[in-house]
């Protein structure tokens, strides 16, 4: 260690003992200065935060129809109000709106009534709830001060139902499966690409077979296959639990490669060899030495893989094969929009969770390429 020495104010020499940071403080101080990443790593959060307490920040019911709100357009937020006087004041509010139909084309439509208005705010009486399945609570974050009005920010579907809050509700399912999957491919990936690149021989060939033969696999046909057996009279939890399985069949085999050539150019480094003659045993030595090694490179990947996860549930629930109603999700909130008719009358179906799907994945992919070149030691 070199230590620096430099002259203070008196002319005397004083000495500095350079800071000595770990590998984990290096990744994050280079992880700061990527800009996008550390942008992306507050998006996620933010994300991640509106999975976890849904019902707080939803402002209805994600079930709860209207008849007389059928395919409403988003409503804006207004933030003055004028009295009788004429004068103007401060208050947060949407219009209210009245439904009007075309006799000759039997369509709806709805104008904004400029005699009523709705009153908003922050921390308003809801919908029963409970906190994280513990504590119950009927505060929502922001919503009509009245709970018998409804306020529909991103607009509304074919049966009345809010848009906004089946989407804040909707995160929990896609983000969490993407999680799961994760780990799963995590135990999967890293065990297999383990014993394939520190045992190698017979073994490595039996799990490269393996691997190059699920990825020559069409993957919409394999998901078809798959979600095609699953029972329709299964409880929406256990679908849950089986695409999740489905969507983690391919996922782990990337992981497992890397994996692979990683051990295969440690399996013969000198602290590897020395912890062999201290007595450790095979699975110790890949525990304690090979693993920690290069886990940053392994957090990195996954961060990567998963909005691979998240786009793949979406595809499976679009298609009809993954998740499906009454289970809300971003996938089968698009859908809804399969239809010509929805496009056409309610395009918000379409663009308010697509919008979400894309701001995810990138952030989470921005958030990956952060961590990777951050975990990477010869990056500058």
Do not use: C
């Not at 008849?67 to 219009?95: N, W, Y």
């Not at 504590?135 to 009509?144: A, L, R, Y």
């Not at 139902?161 to 780990?183: E, P």
């Amino acid at each position: 260690m070199t230590v620096e020495t430099t002259l203070g104010p008196s002319g005397t020499e004083e000495q500095h003992t350079p800071e000595l940071l770990g590998p984990w403080a290096l990744m994050w101080r280079k992880f700061r200065r990527h800009r996008v990443a550390y942008v992306s790593l507050w998006i996620t959060g933010l994300i991640y935060f509106m999975a976890l307490f849904g019902d707080f920040l939803a402002p209805e019911k994600i079930d709860e129809t209207n008849r007389r709100g059928i395919f409403v357009p988003p409503q804006g937020i207004h933030f003055l109000v004028t009295d009788e006087d004429g004068k103007r004041s401060f208050q947060l509010h949407a219009k209210a709106l009245k439904m009007q139909v075309d006799r000759a084309t039997m369509r709806r439509s709805y104008v904004e009534d400029p005699n009523k208005i709705i009153p908003l705010g922050f921390f308003v009486e809801g919908y029963s709830y409970e906190i994280l399945g513990l504590i119950p609570s009927k505060t929502h974050f922001f919503g009509p001060k009245n709970p018998r009005d409804i306020v529909y920010f991103l607009g509304s579907d074919r049966l009345g139902r809010d848009i906004l809050s089946r989407i804040i509700i909707g995160t929990k399912i896609s983000m969490s499966i993407g999680l799961v999957g994760i780990v799963v491919s995590l135990v999967i990936g890293v065990s297999l690409g383990g014993l394939s690149g520190y045992y190698g021989g017979w073994v490595d060939t039996l799990i490269q077979r393996l691997i190059e033969f699920l990825r020559s696999i069409p993957t919409i046909p394999l998901w078809m296959g798959l979600a095609a057996a699953i029972p329709l009279g299964w409880p929406p939890l256990y679908t849950y639990f089986v695409v999740t399985i489905i969507v983690s069949m391919i996922g782990w085999t990337s992981l497992a490669r890397e994996v692979r050539g990683k051990f295969l150019s440690l399996r013969n480094e000198d602290f590897i060899t020395a912890a062999r003659l201290d007595g450790l045993t095979d699975w110790e030595v890949i525990r304690k030495h090979m693993v920690p090694s290069f886990s940053s490179h392994i957090i990195a990947s996954l961060t990567l893989a998963v909005p691979l996860m998240i786009l793949a549930e979406t595809s499976l629930s679009f298609l009809g094969i993954g998740l499906q109603p009454p289970i809300v999700s971003w996938g089968t909130l698009l859908k809804e929009a399969q239809n010509i008719r929805s496009i056409i009358e309610a395009p918000w179906l379409l663009i308010a969770p697509g919008t979400m799907i894309v701001i995810a994945v990138l952030a989470l992919n921005f958030l990956g390429d952060g961590l990777r070149d951050a975990a990477d030691p010869h990056a500058h």
